[in-house]
């Protein structure tokens, strides 16, 4: 039982640079969500999805896309990367509203 | 105002004494209330929740809460050097969305 996986764990991107961050549960959890924490920061909620078919933006959803095709996947893109995305990005999920959230290992991604 | 806000850190305490993290909210409508413990370099992780006003005890942690005051704090007694990480704070309401604090550092000194 993997519980939240993401990939990569590390990447350097270059200004304009496109990629996906992936994350994959296998916890059957319908609610999964892309957070980004900022050195000395909390963290900040750039997309979630209460199921597969549905998405919705969270606070900093600029310079980000999701979709959710399958309750296991939900995938973050970053089209045009920015060195303002520099940051540790956290996938996490739970099981229902007013639950605890479980998270990955976080991506921490550099932008130059 | 920040939706959720925390108490300046870092915090620093010796070992076996009692560490108090406190944090405030804005949504009167906020229904959950989370602790995660989180250490340099790693994903954060649940310490305790609550959702009705008072106490909660999980052996050396205790959290309170007090919906009229908007207010959540925790607890950590007898505190430890494995204890040293920062401590965020979360708060949901709807559709199960948290908002985090920016977090409380906290360092015990053996």
Redesign the interface.
């Given at each position: 039982n993997a519980g939240v996986t993401q990939t990569p764990k590390f990447r350097i991107l270059k200004i304009g640079q496109s990629m996906t961050l992936q994350c994959t549960q296998d916890m059957n959890h319908n609610y999964m969500y892309w957070y980004r924490q900022d050195p000395g920061m909390g963290l900040k909620l750039i997309y979630y999805s209460v199921g597969a078919g549905i998405t919705d933006k969270g606070e900093v959803p600029n310079g980000y896309n999701v979709s959710r095709s399958t309750t296991e996947d939900f995938p973050l893109r970053l089209e045009l990367a920015a060195p303002s995305q520099t940051s540790v990005y956290f996938c996490a999920t739970n099981p229902g509203v007013n639950t605890e959230a479980f998270f990955g290992q976080g991506t921490r991604l550099t932008v130059v | 105002q920040k939706e959720?806000e925390q108490n300046s850190g870092p915090l620093s305490v010796p070992e076996g004494a009692i560490a108090s993290l406190n944090c405030t909210y804005s949504d009167r409508g906020s229904?959950?209330f989370?602790w995660?413990r989180q250490y340099s370099g790693?994903?954060?992780?649940?310490i305790m929740?609550i959702?009705s006003n008072g106490d909660k005890e999980d052996g050396r942690f205790t959290a309170q809460l007090n919906k009229a005051s908007q207010y959540v704090s925790l607890l950590i007694r007898d505190s430890q050097p494995s204890d040293s990480a920062t401590y965020?704070c979360?708060v949901?309401g709807?559709?199960?969305?948290?908002?985090?604090?920016?977090?409380t550092t906290l360092t015990v000194k053996p």
């Open positions: - | 959720v229904q959950s989370f995660y790693k994903s954060p992780e649940l929740f959702y965020l979360a949901t709807n559709a199960g969305k948290s908002t985090f604090g920016d977090g």
